[in-house]
T-cell receptor
């Protein structure tokens, strides 16, 4: 089963615009991560935010975490055509099986 | 590009057959996790191996089994293939301490079951 659900499922924007993706999850977590997947390829780790953090930045990426709402958002600023990919959130649960659980992903299309 | 390599890249099998997928982990990584990704879905955790022993398993039947070798490479075996087993199978390696903080994925094996 999927722990996280991303919203929207698909997003199409123009180059230079910002892209925001949201993730909701169900159980308490140690951390939440975002991964990127180019079509049919492996996933690449983008950024990790711990449960005691509220916001984190890495280059053009900004991640927020609201543990009270069990939600996170990923903002990509000044998007580029090369950002076209699927983006997944993954959660590390606080209890139970210690394995990352991925959401269903947001497919981002950046038009040049 | 990560240092995780998977083979083969594509595979076609028929229902009822058995398949073995292989993964070489990134240098310095001693933990390997396997995921199944159906088309349009996120990866689903199959199991994880650490020091040649299974160290956690997802909701997959026993016909999904694995091995980890002393050099930390790994195999995923699936017996009695079913049509629903058609998916991208991803291997991910990590250090033990970062097993739930940063996974390095291979490019996957695309399995088609006819």
């Amino acid at each position: 089963s999927q722990q996280g659900e991303e919203d929207p499922q698909a997003l199409s924007i123009q180059e230079g615009e910002n892209a925001t993706m949201n993730c909701s999850y169900k159980t308490s977590i140690n951390n939440l991560q975002w991964y990127r997947q180019n079509s049919g390829r492996g996933l690449v780790h983008l950024i990790l935010i711990r449960s005691n953090e509220r916001e984190k930045h890495s280059g053009r990426l900004r991640v927020t975490l609201d543990t009270s709402k069990k939600s996170s958002s990923l903002l990509i600023t000044a998007s580029r055509a090369a950002d076209t990919a699927s983006y997944f959130c993954a959660t590390d649960p606080l209890t139970g099986r210690r394995a990352l659980t991925f959401g269903s992903g947001t497919r981002l299309q950046v038009q040049p | 590009e990560t240092g995780v390599t998977q083979s083969p890249t594509h595979l076609i099998k028929t229902r009822g057959q058995q398949v073995t997928l292989r993964c070489s982990s990134q240098s310095g990584h001693n933990t390997v996790s396997w995921y199944q990704q159906a088309l349009g879905q996120g990866p689903q955790f199959i199991f994880q191996y650490y020091r040649e022993e299974e160290n956690g398993r997802g909701n997959f039947p026993p016909r999904f089994s694995g091995l980890q070798f002393p050099n930390y490479s790994s195999e995923l075996n699936v017996n009695a293939l079913e049509l629903d087993d058609s998916a991208l199978y991803l291997c991910a390696s990590s250090s033990r301490t970062e097993a739930n903080e940063k996974l390095f994925f291979g490019s996957g094996t695309q399995l088609s079951v006819l």
